[in-house]
């Protein structure tokens, strides 16, 4: 019903910045919110970012506060993340999420539609 499509991941070394992009199609009309979550290797996939669709209101996890900002274009079925300060620890694959429900954004069962995700790589 909605699929996802995420690039703009790659290698880049500690303090510098990307962006990721995720473009949403199908039946997009009743997504809710979307997200982004991340998964380093050996380690449980784990919430990064959310923004409800309509009201834009955004929930960050503690370790990216101030670093990374979540934002959408209603427009063109778009979520972004901007990730500056990157550090090694934020080495991962993030995968972008679509929710069609309401419900808890930052869990991850809240969420019906992934990404195939996008490796970020951070060097010290």
């Known amino acids: 019903q909605v699929q996802l499509v995420e690039s703009g991941g790659g290698l880049v070394q500690a303090g510098e910045s990307l962006r990721l992009s995720c473009a949403a199609s199908?039946?997009?009309?009743?997504?809710?919110?979307m997200g982004w979550f991340r998964q380093a290797p050996g380690k449980e996939r784990e919430f990064v970012a959310t923004?409800?669709?309509?009201?834009?209101?955004?929930y960050y996890a503690d370790s990216v506060k101030g670093r990374f900002t979540i934002s959408r274009d209603n427009a063109k079925n778009t979520v972004y993340l901007q990730m500056n300060s990157l550090k090694p620890a934020d080495t991962a694959v993030y995968y972008c999420?679509?929710?069609?429900?309401?419900?808890?954004?930052?869990?991850?069962?809240?969420?019906?539609?992934w990404g195939q995700g996008t490796q970020v790589t951070v060097s010290s």
């Open positions: 923004i409800s669709w309509k009201g834009g209101r955004k």
């Open positions: 999420a679509a929710a069609t429900l309401y419900s808890d954004y930052v869990r991850e069962d809240s969420y019906n539609y």
């Open positions: 199908g039946r997009t009309v009743s997504v809710t919110a």
